[in-house]
Every structure is written in C-alpha cells, then in structure tokens.
C-alpha cells in the first residue's frame, strides 16, 4: 500500500467509484427482477430503508470520518456507504415482502455492508490498521458476491416476486 501511495497518490476513490458503479447495477439488476410497488407497500419498507440509510451514516460519522484524510475519499466513500445501503434495504424489503430465494440477496447484501464497514472502519479511516485489515474485508466480500451471484441467479430463473 505504501509503494500504490506513493506511485499513484491515494488510490482509493477508484475503487470506491467501481464498487458504487456496481451498487446501481445490483439496483438496476433488482428492479428487472421486481417493480417498486411490489415491494414498497406499506410503511415498513420505507421504515427498513431510512433505517438503511441513517444509521450507517451515523455510524460514518463516528467510526469512519476522519477530517485528516482527504475530502473527496471522505465524500466518495459516505456517498457510496449510502448507495450500498440503499441496495441493502432493498433486499431487505424483497426478503420481507416474499421471503424465498430473496434471501441471498438479503444475505449477500448485509455480507456485503460487513464487508464495507470493515474497510470503513480501517482503511477508509486510515488511522486503524488491524493485521487482518485486507483479510476480513476480502473474504467477507467474495462470500457477499457468492450470495448475490447464487440470489439472481435462482430469482431470474423463478421470477420470485411477479
């Protein structure tokens, strides 16, 4: 990490923009599989998704913020945290409102939010470096694609939700 520092300046909003670009299609992805209104009937969905949204930007701003590093690392990974939490409730919703196969992407997206607040918690932060600070986040990532992968999988081959 020292050497892509010092080679490249601080490398990681391109990934931070790559893993956003592939938040909005898992959403477009979603919405091929359900409309909106099937699954936002109610109050609870939009309960579960402000709930999604505010608490892990309460979290950001206590475990994840530091004014020390730069701002645009700072605002990208916020505005990304949101766009996966999004996602995140959206899963949720579906789970609830359909139950099924609905629950690899619940299970995938909440891995998926694991994985990203460890990465918040350390690297994104810059202040905490845990020897496991690569290990978790990756493992925990590739279990969170496996679910998602498997989730649409099983879902466009049922259309759970139609």
């Known amino acids: 990490f020292p050497v892509a520092l010092k080679n490249n ?7 931070i ?7 909005l299609f898992y959403i477009s992805a979603f919405f091929q599989l359900t409309p909106w209104n099937s699954v936002y009937t109610g109050v609870i969905p939009y309960v579960v998704t402000l ?23 700072m605002i990208f990974a916020f505005v990304y945290g ?3 939490c999004f996602f995140v409730s959206l899963a949720v919703n579906a789970f609830i409102a359909f139950g099924g196969y609905w629950i690899f992407l619940m299970l995938g997206g909440l891995v998926f939010l694991l ?13 905490r470096h845990p020897v496991w600070e690569f290990q978790v986040p990756w493992i925990t990532y590739l ?8 989730g649409f999988f099983l879902l466009s081959h049922t259309m759970v939700g139609h």
Request: no cysteine; proline share 8%; net charge positive.
């Open 9 to 15: 300046g601080e490398p990681l909003i391109g990934g």
């Open 17 to 23: 923009v790559s893993f956003a670009m592939a938040q």
């Open 51 to 73: 709930v999604f949204l505010i608490l892990p930007a309460v979290i950001f701003y206590f475990r994840v913020y530091n004014p020390k590093r730069p701002k645009p690392i």
């Open 82 to 84: 949101l766009v996966l």
């Open 115 to 127: 994985s990203d607040a460890v990465m918040g918690e350390t690297t994104i932060h810059g202040g």
């Open 143 to 150: 279990i969170a694609q496996s679910l998602l992968l498997i």
